[in-house]
């Protein structure tokens, strides 16, 4: 099981933004049966717009067959892997992923952004993935 951290915002519109710790594979669009929701129709975003998912190639994302479709870096795409620090735009929306990680935390162990120094949850500092092997 593939979780991804997902932060996401309407340069817009401000205070339209949003984050979400998701299983994959999930989708992306306006209708509320998504596991992500941007609700702005004038924006650009299908009913059921993009799926992100895991395969053996890493992350990935397809466009669901949408009206405006889905940007990855600037380019249209119909399914593409991602690769860390990929641009991803869907409608008016800028997304960004990060992969997770267990808290090292022997009494935490949540999912946590693989970016993050410490824990928000129980404050544990993470050490980098060097210092984590052995």
Known sequence: MTHVYLQWHNPTNQA???QALLVLPCTIGRAPDNDVV????N???SRHHAQLFSDWR????ADLHSSNGTLVNGRF???TT???NDHIQIGRYLLHLQTTIRCADDNCRRLISSHALTCPWCGHF???AITRIG
């Open 16 to 18: 339209d933004k949003g």
């Open 38 to 41: 941007l609700p702005e129709a």
């Open 43 to 45: 924006g650009g975003v």
């Open 58 to 61: 890493g992350l990935g994302i």
């Open 77 to 79: 795409i119909h399914q």
């Open 82 to 84: 991602l690769t860390p």
């Open 126 to 128: 993470q050490a980098d």
